[in-house]
């Protein structure tokens, strides 16, 4: 729901990951940096995101990531918030 309410407040365009400008990829942690900084594909990154829990924790993690062309995900920028304010 979150990345849902950035894209829609930022004007971005939802499109095929292969075709994305970049990825963005929400959680919800009590970790400081949830996700890595690099992926060998797009898969890993998709399946790492998808077990952070995203349920409790005190923050959101709002990251960026970069594709290859041979689906390499490399995070450009990371942010977090509390989730309280949300």
Same mark, same amino acid.
């Given at each position: ?7 829609? *407040?930022?004007?971005?365009? *939802?499109? /095929? ?22 992926? *060998?594909?797009?898969? *890993? ?8 829990? /995203? ?7 709002? $990251?960026? $990531?970069?594709?290859?062309? /041979? ?16």
């Amino acid at each position: 729901m979150m990345a849902t309410k950035l894209i829609a *407040e930022k004007g971005w365009i *939802e499109t /095929n990951p292969k075709t994305a400008d970049f990825l963005l990829v929400v959680v919800r942690s009590s970790l400081s940096d949830p996700l890595n900084g690099s992926y *060998e594909d797009y898969g *890993e990154l998709k399946r790492d995101a998808e077990m952070q829990l /995203n349920l409790i924790g005190p923050k959101f993690h709002v $990251y960026l $990531y970069k594709m290859d062309d /041979n689906l390499r995900c490399v995070q450009t920028d990371h942010t977090s918030f509390d989730a309280k304010d949300e």
